[in-house]
């Protein structure tokens, strides 16, 4: 239907939008940021997604949805599932390694068909199912491997309290919690406790950066401000499409928006760097 083997990301937006109404285009870049998912890219740079690209990102967001997994310990299931696959195709061909030299043994103890039969590197020839490093084929093991590699660490609460937020951005609480008074953070809260997503952590980091230059969270609004005040632009253009509530023009908005975003960001570094030039003589 779509005249090409691969999926586009807003291909993928759409297939997880049904089960996971929040997630975002934004949201897949990040996870592939982060090394937990790693499509293909055609020669110009887009990404190609293959079904078990979906899959992934599927029991990945099901994790952290349903588990609150912190994203560190999803990557290290992914890999532990990796590793164990890595070992049963190892198995898998020797096995069959064994079993091909077995036949072309007897083969050639009966005399019959020895050299048709037997190749100088028969064991290129197996067909083993094997990952590659990405890992991209890793949710393609078995079910019960899959399921029992999982099950092996359960540990709750989402992605960063305060605390760990502190220390994987430098910042002191007190520096985070003003941050949070300006709208720049937003925990969320689980089981009694506050937990802080992926864009938190982006936010805190960003905002340790721009530290380093005596900017602090009170100058940090303006960029709030800026992304409100553009967001609604945005979503006067797209409301229609996904008021029709339907895929097709869902996935338009969707697209609209990411396109949006893009120029939009485009936009303003050209602008800045304009006004910068005229207000420093550059």
């Known amino acids: 239907m779509l005249g090409r083997p691969y999926l586009s990301i807003g291909d993928v937006l759409t297939l997880l939008k049904e089960e996971f109404p929040d997630v975002t285009i934004s949201k897949i870049r990040f996870l592939e ?38 994203l560190k310990v999803i990557k290290g299931k992914l890999a532990e599932v990796q590793e164990l696959s890595t070992k049963a195709s190892g198995q898998q061909r020797e096995a069959s390694t064994f079993e091909e030299s077995s036949q072309k043994g007897h083969a050639i103890a009966s005399g019959v068909g020895a050299t048709d039969e037997i190749t100088p590197d028969a064991s290129s020839r197996i067909e083993t199912g094997s990952y590659d490093d990405s890992g991209e084929e890793v949710l393609a ?41 300006y709208g720049l953070l937003e925990g969320r809260q689980t089981m009694g406790a506050v937990y802080y997503d992926e864009d938190a952590f982006l936010t805190a980091k960003l905002a340790a950066a721009f530290s380093k230059y005596g900017v602090g969270p009170r100058h940090l609004r303006l960029f709030k401000y800026a992304a409100e005040r553009e967001a609604s632009l945005y979503t006067q253009i797209v409301l229609p499409l996904f008021r029709q509530r339907n895929p097709e023009a869902r996935q338009k908005a969707n697209d609209a928006l990411a396109d949006l975003s893009d120029l939009g960001r485009s936009l303003k570094d050209i602008l800045l760097r304009k006004v910068m030039r005229e207000q420093v003589g550059g």
């Open 141 to 181: 093991v078995s079910d019960e491997v899959a399921r029992e590699s999982f099950r092996r660490e359960h540990v709750s609460g989402a992605s960063f309290t305060i605390t760990e937020l502190a220390a994987s951005t430098g910042l002191s609480e007190s520096y985070l919690m003003e941050l949070e008074s």
């Open 33 to 70: 940021s982060q090394g937990l998912v790693e499509p293909e890219r055609t020669p110009s740079g887009y990404r190609k997604f293959y079904d078990s690209d979906v899959d992934r990102l599927r029991w990945i967001l099901r994790q952290q949805r349903e588990h609150f997994l912190p």
